[in-house]
């Protein structure tokens, strides 16, 4: 076993009652000192694998594995993790520096080991000179570091996240995930974090799990999930895309919209029917005649950075477009894209 | 407007009048109700001199302390057992916690005298100090329970996640959040057994009485002024209590910095 | 496991003092006052004279609950617009700390024939009149009594309100009755749920107003009870009325069908 794996899922199954499984025989490794993140639509399991993780439940079927060990039933408060809640769950009774003191007292660590841990801990997070502020004292800002530093304090193997980022404002939450990062490199423990925002993950992540329905549909590096989306559902979370089906004519040939196109893509049977992935930003505005594609433009939105156009081949195809450049709508134009732009993927069934 | 102010102004008159109609007339040197001779402290010298009466109270205040004192420990247990039941059994639960709450009086106490009887308890201060925890207890779940629901699970979690266990968890998050209400209840509880009458009427036999049962025999003998004065004395000693809880709760609130 | 053994003496509780006691009063009521298992008691029950004071009782407690409502109501109501509405309303939650048998025993002087209210009808010239031991000393003492939980719910309920509910409703054109009867009302239905609930059902057993200030023409339900076990000792046929009347408890509870029960703060 290669021993920078520190968290295995063996076939683990999660089901409440005789409802349908919340996960469904999910099976992956995680390395020590990452950035993991799982990301999903709500409702699709990430909070159940934290807590599988944490300890605050067990698996139906399967098993998890820490360090190569068996860890299934051992309870939460005899795991080397720590998590940060998505409402914080700071104590209110407690002041601040009770709060990160907590699990040191639990431990019973000396005194002085205590002051001088919690204090270390909360410069870590930017909230010297704290220490006897209430609870409700702080802002929302403020109370997630508060979490972060009760946390880490711990000197835990693995931090576990739950969208601790999804109360703040924009501007603050954009501030945090560059410090989670930094604060990430700096103990160089593993991190797993939950969020159902793709830019966030992208934007953070060594790594990311992508889970719909309680299986994950895809594990990669951001780019990779970026680039080459396994399937429609991974396509169409990952970031605005254009999904149309097509057929692979042959090898590196794909038809749609009643065209063939080349691209760089193979492996699939003749005739097969695809899904189609082209992003926005990858077509380009030009005249009809040098378009590989004709559209009509529907709406024509300011986006500050681009301009996003709706528009319409002949087939009633909906092309999302994102450009510098403007188009009046109603217009005729034409797209141009490169081979390395579409993306051909196996069809996901059922849909 | 106006006519708001003069509804509410009546109703404290109304609400006011018997008890300072009592107070006014127990410094009545007349011994009647409705004629006002001239002020005497007579009475609550009678008070003071009568051994009996105040052995009762004293009663009374050990019976209030102790039985919401217990009532208070089960009550708290009682209502961590509520919150931790499954869904199913939860409403049961309540249930059987609420059935003394909205049973009428008559029938607590006619249920306890024969449990009692048939459980061969001597009828007296421990039947009496029984029944009080026994109908104490539901009232303190009741004051407990919201404040348990009102804590967010992923507190407890939290303390899980920092090497808590049940033990900790119980002493450093559950009590210390839901202090507040197990005052509220404690003090409610105590409200609830000094003012108790008719369950106590049914349970306490012959040697022994509280007040609101010797208050009953004398009003039955007619108007007797040392009542009066006795009514008086109470009602300082609630108003004290009424501040001394108020105290606390302030305290309390402000030092847990919820509201 | 530890969690479980703290649960204990609480489980021990409903068991000795929730359950058992149903259980007995129901056993005792098979027992005539000899103690010969039978059914007699049922058989007195369904004659005209409880039946009489069944109806008697219900009409009392129905009677002292409306009247509560229809005063508490509109105080509750005013109370919410005071500004100092905290203090005013640990102000009318105070009187219920008096002992209740010490009110009572008060209207005994302010009803008496020479009493307090009396001599103000001499004063305005109505004249004196007889009103310790009637009907209507009865029921106004009991609602001076038990006024306090029907204005706390109601006050709760009103409280918790959304201001911005009545200002909507004023918004799409509602009067002032209109809100009040379609928005506000409706809102507070739980809290007089609660309230009516916290007045009616501890109407049924007041025995002791009735001895001290009905003087015995009232007798209702819970007077028998008391009558049979403490005075007759016929404990059979007080056990069936207490049988009936936990019938009627349980129908009132599952009709107003109120999960949320009234808790006074
Ligand atoms: N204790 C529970 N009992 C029943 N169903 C649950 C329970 N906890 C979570 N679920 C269900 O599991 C699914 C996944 O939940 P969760 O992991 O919290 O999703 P998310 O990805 O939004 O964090 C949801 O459909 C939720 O309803
Ligand atoms: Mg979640």
């Given at each position: 076993m290669d021993d920078r794996v520190i968290i295995r899922f063996n076939h683990v199954t999660k089901q409440y009652d005789n409802d349908l499984p919340v996960l469904d025989d999910v099976s992956f490794?995680?390395?020590?000192?990452?950035?993991?993140?799982?990301?999903?639509?709500?409702?699709?399991?990430?909070?159940?694998?934290?807590?599988?993780?944490?300890?605050?439940?067990?698996?139906?079927?399967?098993?998890?594995?820490?360090?190569?060990?068996?860890?299934?039933?051992?309870?939460?408060?005899?795991?080397?993790?720590?998590?940060?809640?998505?409402?914080?769950?700071?104590?209110?009774?407690?002041?601040?520096?009770?709060?990160?003191?907590?699990?040191?007292?639990?431990?019973?660590?000396?005194?002085?080991?205590?002051?001088?841990?919690?204090?270390?801990?909360?410069?870590?997070?930017?909230?010297?000179?704290?220490?006897?502020?209430?609870?409700?004292?702080?802002?929302?800002?403020?109370?997630?570091?508060?979490?972060i530093a009760r946390a880490i304090v711990n000197e835990p193997d693995v931090l576990l996240l739950d969208e601790p980022l999804s109360a703040l404002d924009l501007k603050l939450r954009t501030e945090m995930q560059y410090e989670l990062r930094e604060l990430q490199r700096r103990l160089g423990i593993t991190f797993i974090f939950v969020t159902h925002d793709q830019e966030e993950a992208l934007a953070m992540s060594d790594e990311i799990f992508v889970l719909n329905k309680g299986k994950i549909e895809q594990r990669g590096t951001p780019k990779d999930i970026y680039d080459e989306p396994v399937n429609r559902f991974v396509a169409d979370f990952i970031g605005e895309s254009n999904i149309i089906t097509g057929t692979m004519i042959d090898d590196f040939v794909v038809e749609f919209a009643n065209q063939q196109f080349a691209c760089i893509d193979r492996g699939f049977a003749k005739n097969e029917r695809v899904d189609i992935v082209i992003r926005p930003e990858d077509l380009e505005l030009t005249t009809v005649e040098r378009g590989k594609l004709r559209v009509r433009v529907d709406s024509v939105l300011f986006r500050g950075v681009h301009y996003e156009l709706c528009c319409y081949d002949t087939y009633g195809n909906?092309?999302?477009?994102?450009?510098?450049?403007?188009?009046?709508i109603g217009e005729e134009i034409g797209l141009h894209f490169e081979p390395e732009a579409i993306h051909v993927m196996k069809r996901s069934g059922g849909e | 407007m106006k006519f708001s102010r003069l509804y509410l102004t009546f109703i404290f008159f109304v609400l006011y009048m018997p008890i300072f109609y009592l107070i006014y007339y127990s410094f009545n040197s007349g011994g009647t109700m409705h004629h006002f001779e001239s002020f005497t402290l007579d009475w609550y010298k009678e008070v003071f001199a009568d051994t009996r009466l105040l052995i009762i109270v004293l009663h009374t205040m050990i019976i209030a302390l102790l039985s919401s004192s217990l009532a208070t420990i089960i009550g708290v247990f009682g209502a961590i057992t509520i919150y931790y039941a499954k869904h199913r059994w939860k409403q049961t639960l309540l249930t059987l916690n609420n059935v003394l709450i909205v049973s009428p009086d008559v029938i607590i106490g006619a249920s306890f005298l024969i449990l009692f009887t048939i459980a061969g308890i001597q009828l007296g201060f421990t039947s009496v100090l029984l029944s009080h925890i026994a109908f104490s207890i539901p009232i303190v779940v009741l004051m407990v329970l919201p404040k348990l629901q009102e804590m967010s699970p992923t507190l407890i979690d939290a303390a899980r996640d920092l090497g808590?266990?049940?033990?900790?968890?119980?002493?450093?998050?559950?009590?210390?959040?839901?202090?507040?209400?197990?005052?509220?209840?404690?003090?409610?509880?105590?409200?609830?057994s000094l003012d108790d009458f008719a369950v106590t009427f049914f349970v306490t036999g012959n040697g022994f009485s509280t007040l609101s049962?010797?208050?009953?025999?004398?009003?039955?003998?007619?108007?007797?002024?040392s009542v009066n004065a006795l009514s008086t004395l109470l009602f300082l000693f609630t108003l004290v209590l009424v501040v001394v809880y108020y105290v606390i709760t302030q305290r309390a609130s402000a030092k847990g910095g919820q509201k | 496991m530890r969690r479980y053994a703290y649960a204990i003496p609480y489980w021990l509780w409903i068991g000795l003092f929730v359950v058992a006691p149903i259980i007995l009063i129901i056993y005792y009521s098979f027992f005539d006052i000899e103690g010969h298992f039978s059914l007699v008691n049922y058989e007195t029950f369904f004659?005209?004279?409880?039946?009489?004071?069944?109806?008697?009782?219900?009409?009392?407690?129905?009677?002292?609950?409306?009247?509560?409502?229809?005063?508490?109501?509109?105080?509750?109501?005013?109370?919410?617009?005071?500004?100092?509405?905290?203090?005013?309303?640990?102000?009318?939650?105070?009187?219920?700390?008096v002992n209740l048998l010490l009110k009572a025993y008060a209207f005994l002087g302010l009803f008496g024939t020479y009493g307090a209210v009396n001599a103000l009808f001499e004063a305005i010239g109505i004249g004196t009149k007889q009103l310790l031991f009637t009907d209507f000393s009865f029921v106004f003492v009991s609602v001076y009594i038990f006024i306090p939980f029907m204005i706390l719910p109601i006050f709760n309920a009103l409280e918790k309100l959304n201001p911005s509910l009545i200002d909507a409703a004023r918004d799409l054109g509602a009067s002032e009755w209109t809100t009040f009867r379609r928005v506000i009302f409706p809102l507070t239905l739980d809290g007089v749920k609660a309230g009516c609930q916290a007045v009616f059902i501890p109407s049924l057993s007041l025995f002791m107003l009735t001895r001290l200030i009905a003087g015995n023409r009232v007798i209702t339900l819970g007077t028998a009870v008391e009558q049979h076990f403490l005075v007759t000792q016929n404990w059979g046929m007080g056990a069936t009325i207490a049988v009936f009347l936990m019938i009627a408890m349980a129908s009132i509870m599952a009709l107003t069908g109120n999960k949320k029960w009234g808790v006074r703060q």
């Open positions: 490794e995680m390395e020590r000192g990452k950035f993991y993140t799982l990301l999903g639509p709500s409702g699709c399991g990430k909070t159940t694998i934290l807590r599988l993780i944490a300890g605050f439940i067990e698996p139906t079927k399967g098993d998890i594995y820490f360090h190569g060990k068996r860890m299934n039933n051992v309870p939460a408060n005899k795991r080397q993790v720590n998590t940060v809640f998505q409402d914080y769950a700071l104590f209110p009774h407690l002041n601040v520096f009770e709060n990160v003191a907590f699990g040191l007292r639990i431990k019973k660590i000396g005194k002085e080991d205590i002051e001088r841990k919690v204090k270390e801990a909360l410069r870590f997070v930017n909230l010297e000179g704290y220490e006897q502020r209430a609870i409700h004292e702080m802002s929302g800002g403020q109370r997630q570091r508060v979490a909906e092309w999302l477009v994102h450009s510098t450049k403007k188009a009046d | 808590a266990n049940e033990w900790n968890i119980l002493t450093k998050v559950i009590l210390p959040y839901i202090t507040p209400g197990i005052f509220a209840g404690f003090f409610m509880a105590l409200t609830y049962v010797e208050i009953y025999s004398r009003a039955r003998q007619g108007i007797s002024l | 004659t005209p004279v409880y039946l009489r004071m069944t109806v008697n009782s219900f009409w009392y407690a129905f009677l002292i609950t409306a009247c509560s409502l229809l005063i508490a109501y509109p105080t509750a109501y005013l109370l919410t617009k005071t500004k100092h509405k905290q203090l005013w309303l640990l102000l009318i939650i105070l009187p219920t700390w």
